[in-house]
């Protein structure tokens, strides 16, 4: 089992910035891939961006228009989302996941829940206008 916590959510204001973390413990060694998904309220889960076992390769939802980075320390078992220019619907609860299966490039599995194994808890972002 992996557990995944995550941590950084908050209030802050129409163009500030935040950043995200996710700690992993357990069985870490067999976690590859791992992205961060949000759900607002009323809504589905959306997936934001995703990072490759070793942090070379990312791919993120264009309609975060290039705005969040996902980053990963292995050694510390983190991943981040550095996420600017924020705006108030940006505002939900983000996930951290991790999956066993690597990225296939010319794939977006990544995009879709079911790529991933395990999941955070969520980490609460709202964004004031």
């Known amino acids: 089992q992996v557990q995944l916590v995550e941590s950084g959510g908050g209030l802050v204001q129409t163009g500030g910035s935040l950043r995200l973390s996710c700690a992993a413990s357990g069985r870490t060694f067999s976690t590859n891939a791992m992205g961060w998904f949000r759900q607002a309220p009323g809504k589905e889960r959306e997936f934001v961006e995703v990072s490759s076992a070793r942090g070379v390769i990312t791919r993120y939802a264009d309609s975060m228009e290039g705005r969040f980075t996902i980053s990963r320390d292995n050694a510390k078992n983190t991943v981040y989302l550095e996420m600017n220019s924020l705006k108030p619907e940006d505002t939900a609860l983000y996930y951290c996941?991790?999956?066993?299966?690597?990225?296939?490039?010319?794939?977006?599995?990544?995009?879709?829940?079911?790529?991933?194994?395990?999941w955070g808890q969520g980490t609460q972002v709202t964004v004031s206008s």
């Open positions: 996941a991790a999956s066993m299966r690597p990225l296939v490039l010319g794939s977006r599995d990544y995009s879709s829940s079911g790529f991933y194994d395990y």
